[in-house]
Each structure stands twice: as C-alpha cells, then as structure tokens.
C-alpha cells in the first residue's frame, strides 16, 4: 500500500512539473503581443511622419516654386529706349511717346530715342513733375509759379501769390492747385484748360488743405483740410460743384463732410462719384451723407490707386513686415489680397491696367487683380509709367526702357 502511495505522489508529481512548460509558454504570448503592439506603434508613427514628410515637401516646393523667378527675365539695357548717367536719369518721367525731362531751368520733351522734341525755360528751385492721363503739370514747389503741357506742347505757364504745395487735374484738362496763405490756412484755386482761373476758395476755418480730387467727369471738386486750431485734430472735406453755364464755368459749395475721429486724410479719390478718403492706416467713405469707416485691416498704407473702377492699395502689417496688394471693386469687395514684396519702389496706373516695382521685379495686373506679367529686372528702376501703345516704359539707373 506504502508502494501505490509513492507511485501516487510520483505522478503527482510529474504533473507539477508538466505544468512549468505551460507557465513558459504563458510568458511567451505576452512578449509576442508586446513585440506586435510595438511594431502598430511603430507602422502608425512612420505613418505619420510620412504623412508630414509629404505634406512639407508640398508645401516647400509651392514656396520654392512662387520664389523661383519671374515668368521672364529681363536685360533692361538690352530694351528699347536710351541710356544716360543715373544723375540724368533721375530727371526723366515716362510720358506719351516718350519722357518728360525736369531740370530747374528747362522742361523738355523727348522721345524713346532721348531725340529733344520741343521744350521751354523755367526758373524752378524744387521742380516737381505729375502726370495725369495726356496732362503733365510740373510746378515750383513752395514756389510760385508752374506749367502745364502735354506731348503736342505747352499750355501756358501761371504765376502764384503765395507758395504751391501740390497740384491735381482732371479728365477735362482743370487744374486745382493748392497754395499757402498770408491770412489764411491756404488756398485752392481752379484753372480751366486754357488757363483761366475759374474760382479760388480759402480756407478760414476748415483749416490746411492738404489734398484735392476730381470726379470722372469733373463735376466734383473735393478738397481735404485738417483743421488743428482746437484741442483735437478735426479733419474737413469740403465738395465744390463745377458747373458750366454757356461758355462760363462757375463753382459752388456742394458739401461739407467731417468725423469724429481725430484722422488725417491724406489721400482721397473718386471712384465713379463715390468719394474715398484715406488716412494712413485707414477707408473712409462717403455713405448717405456721411464719413464712414470701412472695415478694412490696413496698418500703413503706402499707395492708393484707381483702375476702371477699381481700388488698388498698397500696404503693409507694420514695421520690417512684407508690403501688400488690395484690390476692392466698386461693391466694396476685395478681388485680390495678398504679399507683394519686401521694397516697394513704384507703381503706375492707365486705365485698364496696373504695375508695380517691387524689390527687382515689376508686376503687370489687370484691373480685378489678375497678375498677367511679371519680370525680374536687372537694375533698380526710379520710376515708371504707361505711355503709348500701353507699353510700360520704366526709368532705371541706366537709362530709359521699355519692357512690354
């Protein structure tokens, strides 16, 4: 019985130890899960990098493709035109068939060969040159006398009583200019195309005129002020009417618009007969009557133009930041939005297109903001404009050149 009790235990035994292999192989299907749960970590984490990797790689290469280059480059020398010193070349403003050349003692017109088509003596001490459409206007800043021309020849040339500060025409060939006063804030005195002085408005108590614009059809005359005599700013824009009466011109206040916000306007325009004013940072329109701000983010406004209708603003966020380019259509919607460049050099305008010199590379864009030409230039350029045949013919430190 003793023998069948030690056979029992030693089965027993031999049980216990078949279960030792079993408890082994327990521990080998927790470390093949562990090793499985790993590698699923590890497929999802490369996964994911891939998915980054993909991602960046897109995105780089747009960024490295928006900086590739312009779609032509472009040896200005190698254009049409003339060269010059860069001294010469800073008196030349593109105009017509050719170029305006501003010196203190002449005003020249020249063609696309640097050819001296006619010109006239002036005695100017700070000569400034603005065209507008066919209209070429240079006066004597805080001066006294300035000329007005276009590429068949000169119009005439008036004497001022007090000293010019800026000037703006029309489509209908007026000129407004705005002079200092003795007794005064300053004057705003309306020129016919003949020469004609139609009206002089001073300014008692709107204060400083600082800027004026025609409407389109140069029935609307408006004039920014800024009137500093109080405890705050007050900025005034005074709207005249022109009206023509037989062969007689005459002028009447029209309207008298002001804010609340102590703003300088120092730019307006007219888009259509909608009045536009801007300050430094900001839209104002005339709506039912009053100024309204309109609600757009511009930080520093730096260029306000018109093209058919549209608005194109030039600006940036602030300091050290990329200048942009807005474009808002007649409803007050933006068509195009977006960075532009780091230097802003120049812009031009006619009236179905607009450029821009930025850094070494102009745009060329139409007026709902699509960028139809863009080179890259091989010399700074100083200024630019459309002249005839829509060509854009640009100034740089060479010379003058077309480039379209």
């Not at 090793?35 to 960024?63: D, E, G, P, Y």
């Not at 200092?180 to 005195?189: L, M, P, Q, R």
């Not at 005359?221 to 705050?232: D, E, F, P, R």
Request: charged content about 20%.
């Amino acid at each position: 019985m003793n023998r069948e009790m030690d056979n029992k235990e030693k089965v027993k035994a031999k049980k216990k130890t078949t279960n030792k292999p079993a408890a082994k192989k327990n521990n080998g299907s927790v470390s093949q899960a562990a090793i499985r749960k790993a590698l699923t970590i590890a497929v999802m984490i490369f996964s994911l990098v891939l998915i980054i990797s993909i991602a960046l790689i897109f995105v780089v290469s747009k960024k490295i493709e928006s900086l590739a280059g312009a779609d032509a480059q472009i040896k200005l020398s190698a254009q049409g035109g003339f060269e010059c010193e860069y001294s010469e070349a800073q008196k030349l403003y593109p105009y017509g068939d050719g170029c305006i050349k501003v010196t203190s003692e002449r005003i020249a017109y020249l063609n696309l060969t640097g050819n001296e088509i006619f010109s006239t003596m002036v005695s100017y001490q700070n000569p400034q040159c603005v065209i507008f459409g066919d209209t070429v206007t240079v006066f004597d800043r805080d001066g006294y006398s300035f000329t007005v021309l276009d590429k068949d020849g000169v119009w005439y040339s008036k004497p001022m009583a007090n000293p010019i500060k800026s000037v703006q025409m029309s489509d209908a060939g007026f000129i407004a200019v705005i002079t200092g006063g003795e007794d005064s804030y300053g004057d705003v005195t309306l020129f016919d195309n003949s020469g004609n002085q139609l009206a002089v408005w001073t300014s008692y108590n709107s204060g400083f005129p600082i800027c004026c614009a025609f409407n389109g059809d140069s029935s609307l005359l408006a004039v920014s002020t800024i009137n500093t005599s109080g405890a705050v700013i007050v900025p005034y824009i005074r709207v005249f009417s022109i009206y023509k009466n037989d062969k007689v011109y005459e002028v009447f206040d029209n309207a008298v618009y002001t804010t609340d916000d102590s703003v300088i306007f120092a730019s307006i325009c007219y888009v259509g007969n909608k009045l536009c004013c801007f300050t430094s940072n900001s839209l104002y329109e005339v709506k039912d009557n009053n100024l309204a701000k309109m609600n757009y983010d511009f930080s520093a406004i730096s260029y306000v133009k018109t093209v058919n209708g549209n608005l194109f603003v030039t600006y940036s966020d602030g300091i050290s930041q990329l200048n942009k380019l807005a474009v808002i259509d007649s409803k007050d919607a933006i068509l195009y939005n977006s960075n532009i460049g780091t230097n802003i050099i120049c812009v031009a305008q006619n009236k179905t297109s607009y450029a821009i010199s930025v850094d070494k590379r102009v745009f060329i864009i139409n007026s709902n903001g699509v960028i139809t030409n863009d080179y890259s230039v091989d010399e700074d350029i100083i200024r630019m404009n459309f002249i005839s045949g829509n060509k854009l013919c640009v100034v740089s430190a060479s010379g003058v050149h077309t480039i379209n």
